[in-house]
């Protein structure tokens, strides 16, 4: 899929950076040529030889560079590339691609290139997590940036958290995604996943046990069939999947006002556990339990349904509408009334009573149901199924 593509890969500051000869190396592997493009940052984390030599092209620094521009200006660099790979992506680095500076080689390539961006950001945990860096990515994933990572794991100033920068072959396969060809190329799909968590009062939560794995396996398979895809997803414990646009939500408010704000789009696939209630006037305090004082009633409310929202989006509605249906017994029956109800096109069920381990487990055995009937699908694992709902999204998509 890369050969004959020209990949920029700009090196910024971080400790990540020692590993970019080898994302060199893996992308001209498979065919890639690859222009090196070296921060002032970067350049004291890696000097420009190895990059150099392991690309068999020089390395450029910088902008005012006459000798190197007379060979190739840099507006000419940036319209030759086929994609501009940001790794390792500082925080430093994403704030200004995320306001649009051009005060040097690098942030002045990707303001002039119009081909496909993709960061693999690296850095510290907390800074990761931090408000103004959340959403200085989500602005340039709003304007259609690709991510990889970062990964979780034990980071460079001893921390453990999400921060670290993706292994090279990841971020080789996110490049390789962003030339997909596959069948769902120019799709857009709408994925949500995992859990959601309603407050109690200040500290506590009403949750559930999806680990998110079925959602976030879907989101990935879409991807890498070609569909462009947005992954709404609860509180999990598991790394979101690369190339995809991730909006966090916590409460089933949260993730009614992402995926309608989500619209349009092409299929839209409801994976999340969503909470059916949350508790009316949730108390922002904590509740106390006080000597002599019994224990708090609490009263319930309904959460907005999700899946019936996007099933009934009017002109904006989705293509195709997929939900779930956890069910403990009368699994088929409940399903068929349930796609109904919710005005669904496909549901699949799946068994969740105790001892099918399929809520928080790596298996999952389902029933698809549609308006033509119903289908037994194999226990198989929920990659595979995920991979398996894919294609058949694809057909469903290519038909008339
Ligand atoms: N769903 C949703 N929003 C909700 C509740 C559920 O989008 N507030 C979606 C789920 O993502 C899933 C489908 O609806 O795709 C069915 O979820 P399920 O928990 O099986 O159904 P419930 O609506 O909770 O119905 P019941 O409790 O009667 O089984």
Not at 309 to 329: I, K, N, Q, Y
Request: proline fraction near 7%; aromatic fraction near 2%; hydrophobic fraction near 50%.
């Amino acid at each position: 899929m890369l050969t004959g593509r020209r990949i920029l890969l700009i090196v910024t500051g971080g400790v990540a950076a020692y590993k970019a000869p080898v994302l060199i190396r893996r992308l001209r592997d498979k065919g890639a040529a690859v222009t090196p493009v070296l921060t002032e940052g970067g350049a004291r984390f890696i000097p420009p030889l190895p990059l150099a030599a392991v690309a068999g092209e020089p390395v450029r620094q910088a902008l005012f560079d006459a000798e190197a521009e007379s060979a190739m200006s840099h507006i000419d660099l940036a319209r030759a590339a086929d994609a501009v790979v940001v790794a390792p992506a500082s925080a430093d680095m994403l704030a200004r691609m995320a306001h649009g500076l051009a005060d040097d080689l690098a942030t002045t390539l990707l303001l002039a290139t119009d081909a496909p961006v993709l960061v693999a950001p690296a850095m510290n945990a907390g800074m990761w997590a931090h408000s103004a860096m959340q959403a200085n990515m989500a602005t340039l994933e709003a304007r259609g940036v690709h991510r990889a990572g970062p990964a979780e794991g034990d980071l460079a100033c001893g921390e453990t958290g999400p921060g670290r920068m993706e292994a090279p072959e990841t971020i080789l396969s996110a490049v390789e995604g962003l030339f997909a060809a596959g069948p769902l190329a120019g799709r857009t799909a709408l994925v949500t996943s995992g859990p959601t968590q309603e407050p109690v009062d200040g500290v506590r939560y009403l949750g559930n046990r999806s680990s998110g794995r079925q959602g976030h396996a879907i989101a990935a398979a879409l991807a890498r069939l070609g569909a462009t895809v947005h992954l709404v997803r609860g509180p999990v414990a598991i790394p979101d999947p690369p190339g995809v646009r991730v909006t966090p939500v916590t409460t089933a408010d949260e993730m009614h006002a992402a995926c309608l704000g989500g619209l349009p789009v092409d299929v839209a696939v409801c994976a999340a556990a969503v909470a059916d209630w949350r508790v009316a006037d949730a108390d922002d305090g904590k509740l106390k339990k006080g000597a002599g004082r019994a224990p708090p009633a609490l009263r319930l409310e309904e959460t907005p349904d999700v899946l019936s929202a996007l099933a009934a989006a009017g002109p904006h509605r989705p293509r195709l509408v997929v939900g779930f249906a956890a069910e403990t017994e009368s699994v088929v029956d409940n399903a068929v009334a349930k796609r109904a109800r919710k005005g669904a096109d496909w549901l699949l069920a799946n068994d969740v009573s105790a001892g099918t381990e399929t809520f928080g487990g790596a298996a999952n055995t389902v029933h698809l149901v549609t308006a033509d009937g119903t289908e037994a699908w194999p226990r198989d694992a929920k990659t595979a199924v995920a991979d398996t709902l894919a294609h058949r999204i694809a057909s469903a998509l290519e038909a008339p």
